[in-house]
């Protein structure tokens, strides 16, 4: 009877997307059963790649009548597990949902599906001298799914995370109900504002795809100003370095500023540990800032003058650093072919990679990398750390690197209690995990508020009444 009910379903799935889009083929499910991330691959029941809303809403009716789990996927290219099936179910793949449906070159919007990944949306916004705030990732990467995870990008300093970059969006809830949030809810055709209306989208925003599938984003996007300045500096320990990017944080010049330690600023990231050269400082900065004329830079520029004299009269060991130009290109030509490839990451190590990823406040930086490096270390990983300021100084994050050998089940379970008791040292310390795994969910809900915990379930349960959307990711 089961074999039949599979055989049912799989029919049924084909029904709604077509026959070559649905199936259940061990060796095409097992390409979507695990990522570069600690987390053990799972197998997914069926994979289903849709092209339009209606599809989805006719999958996502099927799976919620039948009781079936959904996990949604775009390109994959996370590094936490979260699109690994917990509980087997169809594997959605969004990637063939592709179109860019609007480009406003005065209200400075775009409104995409799911499946536009960072280099398409670049391509047609470069066109209008526009950009948007790219992440230091692979260009094959979807934009949507970075803003809805509280993604970070190449503007951070200036605007903070994409999701705060949303202006509208369009989601499938789980029972295939079609739903919107921001001014399109409104009026069909406005996809420019999220306020000042109550702000639903948060319901499906860092949520990990477990309240249901948006098919339709709209991002602010923003004028290229023609002069570029990169401000470098080097600094023996991370509390000169947490010194400095604080001081320039504070005037907002900056639309990245970002420091990394000597490991991660090896390419590859070195693994097992490898000891930095004692004449070689500790860690690194850049500070990305664009202007419209040379003037602006100059004054620019001179606050970053004041900057570094006064740290320098604090007696801290910072120096102005030459910055790689590869690295340069990598941090400024975005979205980067260069740093943005994660098998730069991971090719001394053997395919693994995955991080404890934080949001956490600039005062507590130093001493929570100093309790990692320790950490890492011991367990012979390198402290590959970076940190980066999140609109001027309000917080910020910080955030560790770590290839391992995927290949050793014994190397790979190292990282992972690693990377576990890295982020216990955060959360301690008031930090806030992003694209959390279940291993960090689990160590979030201990801590939390009971109040916060039977909300996160009330709507949980409202929107997805049997549990079927990504179940089990949020570890509650």
């Known amino acids: 009877m089961l074999a039949k009910r599979e055989d049912m379903i799989l029919d049924e799935l084909r029904s709604i997307v077509g026959k070559d889009n649905a199936t259940a083929a061990k060796h095409i499910r097992y390409a979507y059963s695990y990522d570069l991330s600690f987390v053990k691959p799972k197998l997914p029941d069926y994979v289903v790649m849709a092209t339009t809303v209606e599809q989805v809403q006719g999958i996502m009716k099927l799976a919620n009548r039948e009781k079936i789990p959904v996990v949604p996927f775009t390109a994959g290219t996370n590094i936490g597990g979260l699109c690994i099936p917990e509980r ?3 594997l959605l793949d969004l990637k063939r949902m592709n179109k860019i449906l609007r480009l406003d070159t005065e209200s400075h919007y775009a409104v995409i ?36 995870s509280h993604g970070i990008g190449g503007l951070s300093g ?24 921001g001014s399109c809810a409104i009026q069909e055709d406005a996809w420019h504002s999220v306020l000042p209306l109550p702000q639903l989208d948060g319901l499906f925003k860092g949520w990990l795809g477990t309240t249901g599938v948006v098919t339709k984003l709209g991002l602010r996007v923003h004028p290229i100003p023609p002069v570029l300045k990169v401000f470098t500096v080097s600094t023996r320990n991370i509390e000169d370095m947490v010194s400095y990017v604080f001081n320039l944080g504070n005037y907002e010049i900056c639309d990245d500023l970002t420091a990394v330690s000597w490991w991660l600023a090896q390419v590859p990231i070195p693994y097992p540990y490898t000891p ?28 970053w003058q004041n900057v570094l004299k006064e740290e320098q009269n604090k007696g801290t060991s910072i120096e102005y650093a030459e910055y790689p ?3 340069l290109r990598a941090r400024t030509q975005l979205p980067s072919q260069i740093v943005g490839s994660t098998k730069n990451y991971t090719k001394m190590a053997g395919g693994g990679i995955s991080w404890p990823g934080t949001f956490t406040p600039v005062n507590k930086w130093a001493p929570v990398y100093n309790k990692w490096k320790d950490i890492l270390i011991e367990h012979n990983l390198s402290p590959a750390v970076r940190v980066t300021n999140y ?32 982020l216990k040292v955060d959360l301690d310390a008031g930090g806030i995990p992003y694209k959390p795994p279940v291993d960090f969910a689990v160590e979030i809900n201990k801590r939390a508020h009971p109040g916060y915990l039977s909300l996160l379930k009330q709507v949980k349960k ?3 009444p049997n549990d079927i959307m990504n179940p089990g990711k949020l570890g509650i």
């Open 88 to 90: 087997g179910g169809i």
């Open 113 to 148: 599906e799911p499946g536009v990944s960072h280099a398409k949306l670049a391509t047609e916004l470069y066109k209008h001298n526009l950009r948007w705030s790219w992440p230091v990732g692979p260009p094959s990467a979807c934009s949507a799914s970075c803003a809805i």
């Open 158 to 181: 200036r605007y903070g995370l994409n999701s705060e970059e949303i202006t509208s969006m369009e989601v499938v809830l789980p029972t295939g109900e079609l739903v919107r949030a």
């Open 276 to 303: 930095k050269p004692d004449d070689t400082p500790e860690w690194f900065c850049f500070g990305t800032t664009f202007s419209w004329t040379e003037k602006e830079k100059e004054a620019r520029e001179e606050i």
């Open 325 to 327: 130009e590869e690295a």
């Open 391 to 422: 609109r001027g100084v309000h917080y910020g994050m910080l955030r560790a690197m770590i290839p391992f050998n995927k290949k050793s089940s014994a190397e790979t379970e190292n990282a992972r209690k690693a990377i576990v008791e890295c």
């Open 462 to 464: 409202l929107l997805d």
